[in-house]
């Protein structure tokens, strides 16, 4: 059943990284709310261009909740007020006729804004590059089913790799922490025996890389409620769990 | 070969590096997850504290006598291998530099994640975090402030004219019986409670203690600790007030000193 709302958004509106940003009121009337978050955005943008105005600028790519392009804080939640759905995957029909939203970047010191709703995530690149990786031969691909790993971890693995990085979890937590990236990142590949070469080299050099941009978790739970892909805060503690081993196991290599 | 791993070029770091690398393992202490370990495990030491000091407590309820016996038997503690009060002392000081790791580190973790935190001037909700979970930098000061009241009252006797030393049951009714007292450690304590309660679940997760098997126990257990030390710290101030606890202005080490001087008269 398709209908029709009337919206008023409040936007954040930033000219670059050392502008001075605003909140700008748009009317958004007649939005089918089988249009996604970002086909509204859309529509108001194309409204924009015919009047003249810039358009709003924020990011997106796949629209199917798969590439961590878009994020957006929606009434003060990151994504929105659907629960493990990214802002693409979000639908007008969350919303009534009439209903003010607040849209706005996410913001930490480690994500400035870029332009508008847009902003910088590099600093999540570096924790990868830290250590987001495993050494595998080069040459032909190497057999199925070569490495045995049982269901449940593989299953488990794979929880923590459905982080798709949009840094969702930085920007609804309190402390702008972004263990629940980091510890995704780190036990998708220790959970799994490919990992196991690097493991205590990456846990020590991804959280560490990881405290240098972001502040410290004080376990709220608030990154896994705004997660998309509802990953679990347990790989936090695993992860904390691994950082301590890996200060001990890492001390004794010399060279 | 060779490998040139150039680094991701970023914003600026909110956190520098430290000045100088300190040799293992205080060097855990130099990073973010290692200050949540000593917290976690400072944590557990404070919280061990409370318990016992709260059971301890409970000898109020048995008479001036018992509870004075009970804080003369701390003092012994030990006394077959060490001289008197050095256990005691022992533990005072490990208490001591618990406390001040335990402040040290959410001090410096805190300066960390405000420098890393930007305020939305639109508002945001917060579904996960608790009361507790958000007034953790608020109760803490609460308490340490307490605490400092707390030894100055009934330990040092500063702000008590009738302070007698080693008569706690003397000292507890005749502090609480005072309004403002009672309301003050009402207050504090439930602030304590309320700590408690995030800081028991967090140390789980700050220590890596998780498990499937027993995740689902950790908010019960963090609920029952503090409501029982709610329940025990704060029926000391309501049953001084209610008159359950109380001296009528006499005390027993007192007597028990003038009746040991009297039988040497004799």
């Known amino acids: ?193 490919q990992g196991q070469a690097e493991r205590w080299a990456r846990t020590e050099a991804m959280v560490e890389t990881m405290e240098e941009f972001f502040g410290s978790c004080t376990n709220h739970g608030e990154c896994e409620e705004a997660c998309p892909k509802e990953i679990p805060i347990d790989f936090i503690a695993w992860t904390n769990r691994d950082y301590i081993k890996a200060k001990v196991k890492n001390r004794k290599l010399v060279g | 070969m060779a490998q040139a791993i150039t680094r991701v070029s970023t914003p600026p770091p909110v956190r520098s590096a430290p000045r100088a690398r300190l040799p293992w393992p205080l060097n855990i202490y130099q990073t973010a997850v290692g200050k949540k370990w000593v917290m976690g495990l400072t944590g557990i030491a404070l919280l061990g504290f409370i318990v016992v000091h709260m059971i301890g407590n409970l000898h109020l309820y048995e008479g001036p006598l018992e509870i004075h016996e009970y804080a003369e038997t701390l003092r012994d503690l030990g006394t077959k291998l060490l001289p008197r009060t050095w256990l005691l002392w022992a533990m005072r000081i490990g208490l001591i530099i618990a406390f001040a790791l335990h402040i040290h580190s959410a001090y410096s973790l805190s300066r960390m994640s405000i420098a890393a935190d930007q305020r939305y001037p639109g508002g945001r909700n917060y579904i996960a975090a608790n009361f507790a979970s958000r007034t953790m930098r608020w109760t803490g000061p609460i308490i340490g402030l307490y605490l400092f009241y707390h030894l100055a009252d009934l330990t040092w006797g500063w702000f008590n004219p009738d302070f007698v030393r080693g008569d706690p049951y003397h000292n507890v009714s005749e502090s ?26 967090s140390m789980f997760q700050s220590l890596g203690l998780n498990s499937p098997r027993y995740n689902h126990l950790r908010r019960y257990l963090a609920a029952g600790l503090a409501g029982i030390i709610l329940v025990g710290n704060l029926s000391f101030p309501i049953f001084v007030q209610a008159g359950v606890i109380d001296d009528n202005g006499r005390s027993i080490v007192e007597e028990l000193q003038h009746g040991a001087a009297e039988g040497e008269d004799h």
């Open chain 1, 1 to 193: 059943m398709s209908a029709e709302i009337n919206l008023t958004l409040k936007v954040w509106r930033q000219d670059g990284p050392s502008a001075e940003g605003r909140f700008v009121t748009y009317e958004a009337d007649g939005i089918s709310t089988d249009a996604s978050f970002l086909e509204m955005l859309d529509i108001v943008n194309e409204r924009l261009i015919e009047a003249g105005e810039e358009p709003i600028v924020f990011e997106s790519d796949c629209r199917e909740g798969i590439c961590g392009t878009c994020g957006l804080m929606i009434n003060g939640q990151a994504h929105g007020p659907q629960k493990g759905t990214a802002t693409c995957q979000l639908h007008m029909r969350s919303f009534s006729d009439g209903d003010h939203i607040v849209i706005e970047p996410w913001r930490a010191t480690s994500f400035p804004v870029l332009r508008d709703l847009a902003v910088d995530r590099r600093a999540m690149d570096a924790i990868v590059a830290a250590g987001g990786y495993i050494s595998v031969n080069t040459g032909a691909a190497p057999d199925a089913n070569l490495t045995p790993v049982p269901k449940e971890t593989a299953d488990t693995a794979f929880d923590a790799a459905a982080c798709i990085g949009c840094g969702a979890c930085v920007a609804a937590c309190p402390n702008s922490a972004a263990q629940l990236f980091a510890a995704a990142k780190v036990q998708h590949l220790n959970l799994l025996p």
């Open chain 2, 176 to 201: 609480l019986s005072s309004i403002p007292v009672a309301i003050l450690y009402i207050v504090a304590n439930t602030a304590l409670a309320v700590h408690i309660f995030h800081g028991t679940w």
